[in-house]
């Protein structure tokens, strides 16, 4: 059911319209893989803390210009600017668990425990409300927004709501959960945990975007298994989903068949799976410990923490695999060891997000921003190993990369998606120490145009790594920089 708020102005797109939010929704996109184009801080320091009325469950989301909204327990959905000073806070009749979404205007959607979702317009200085939809119970499911601009939020029913704010259609899945949806890579097949009654087993379906059902896949019994967590999708489309009680992690072929399963040692409750580049999945545990899994479902390693996981872990664009255990954040590189833990004044609750090589969170009633240290000698006199500048960007018929490098030797500079699949090689020679620049015309190496998005420039040396996100704007019969 939909409130209708009337319209009091009209807003204008200028002609640049509303470019790629920098972290738009829970995990980073629609397939809740957790993989960013940002790289993170390689050594961590608090760059600033915002206190809030409530606890921070709310996993953050963040715009173009770097503004991080996300929702407090105090009933609030806080506006951010980069800095961490307030913009604005968008008042609901009761907490917020869940976590907001953006569409490609910038519009904000979030749900609150009053039952409603909340489709919101940054008006730079004020929250401009457009509508209010209410469902038939509390909304603590990250929200998600499909290519078409459907909103799916969940409840007991996973509800498709039109840009208009108009119901579009329901599924019942016979349970209220945290679990939000996930949409296939084409955004058109929608995926949710449910329960199929009788005999109540617990399963993960498979929805057309009219609301019908594809397949159901049973994997488990139900109450026991249930795991409040999220599907998430893979490059090959594959289906990652795990069970509680079973302590069972399933990948699942496209068309509802068991690729495999693999068995955990420990439960896994409310923590979604995030997958690195080459489709490596990391999941946490409530028996302490971080797992990685490669594709074929072999354990690779296990990394244990002082406390349960049940915030999902989040992967930098080098790899570094960021997730919450207890009262400490961890970095990790891809190989299972330690890069850095920070340590916070209360138990994180929130999954984290990744934008500008900033990490924030939440933990108690405060929002964390950390970001990379900087040595007092740094700052007087630094001359980085790797630099990297992509002009323009975003782009759309080409755009021109230019580096530095500090040591002669062997150099790769290449253009990756976000799934960590090579697109294309722009240089792979030695070179001697020097400036230099390279050309792409978004285009993989058979010469084929890309699609919008985002993409990744990663720059390799034999020691040093370093990596910027582009923005591909795929508009044809453009001329070309020289």
């Given amino acids: ?101 953006l569409d490609n205007r910038g519009r904000i959607y979030i749900g609150s425990k009053d039952s409603c979702v909340y489709c919101i317009e940054d008006s730079v200085t004020y929250p401009r409300l457009n509508w209010t939809f209410h ?23 996973l509800y498709a709501i039109d840009p208009a704010g108009n119901q579009k259609w329901t599924y019942h899945t016979h349970l209220g959960s945290q679990g939000g949806p996930a949409l296939s890579l084409d955004g058109n097949t929608v995926y949710i945990e449910t329960c199929d009654p009788p005999p109540f087993e617990y399963a993960v379906a498979a929805l057309n975007t009219n609301g019908s059902r594809k397949w159901l896949r049973n994997i488990g019994s139900a109450p026991f298994d249930f795991s409040l967590t999220s599907p998430t999708v893979g490059s090959d489309r594959t289906i990652y989903f795990p069970t509680f009680t079973a302590k069972t992690f399933f990948a699942i072929n496209p068309d509802g068949t068991v690729k495999w399963s693999c068995n955990l040692p420990g439960e896994v409750m409310r923590c979604s799976a995030a997958l690195g580049p080459g489709d490596t999945i990391y999941i946490g545990s409530t028996d302490h410990n971080l797992y990685a899994i490669n594709p074929s479902g072999i354990i690779k390693w296990t990394y244990p923490t002082q406390a349960g996981i049940s915030a999902s872990p989040i992967i930098g664009s080098c790899g570094t695999i960021y997730f919450a255990s207890g009262d400490k954040l961890y970095a990790l590189n891809p190989d299972g060891t330690m890069k850095w833990e920070y340590a916070v004044e209360h138990t994180i609750t929130s999954s984290p997000a990744l934008a500008n090589d900033k990490l924030l969170f939440g933990a108690g009633n405060k929002l964390y921003a950390l970001k990379n240290v900087v040595a007092i000698s740094d700052r007087i006199a630094y001359k980085p190993a790797l630099s990297l500048k992509v002009s323009p960007n975003p782009f759309s018929a080409g755009t021109r990369i230019c580096f530095t490098i500090n040591t002669p030797g062997p150099v790769n500079l290449s253009i990756y998606d976000v799934f960590g699949r090579l697109i294309r090689v722009l240089t792979a020679e030695n070179k001697e120490s020097g400036q230099f620049q390279a050309y792409w015309n978004g285009t993989d190496n058979n010469g084929k145009h890309l699609g919008s998005g985002v993409y990744l420039c990663k720059l390799k040396t034999n020691s040093k790594e370093t990596a910027k996100p582009i923005t591909l704007l795929s508009i044809r019969h453009s001329h070309p920089i020289r």
């Fill in 1 to 101: 059911m939909r409130h209708k708020i009337m319209p009091l102005l009209v807003v204008v797109f200028l002609a640049s319209g509303y470019g790629q939010a920098l972290w738009p929704t829970f995990q980073y996109n629609n397939q809740r893989t957790g993989l960013s184009p940002f790289l993170g801080p390689l050594q961590p320091e608090t760059s600033w803390t915002y206190t809030t009325g409530g606890d921070i469950w709310s996993s953050p989301a963040i715009g173009q210009h770097g503004t991080i909204y996300f929702g407090s327990e105090d009933g609030y959905l806080y506006a951010l600017h980069a800095d961490g000073s307030l913009k604005w806070r968008f008042t609901t009749s009761s907490g917020i668990l869940s976590a907001p979404a």
């Fill in 135 to 157: 469902a038939n119970g509390m909304i603590s499911a990250p929200i998600l927004v499909g290519n078409d601009g459907t909103v799916y939020a969940r409840t007991s029913l």
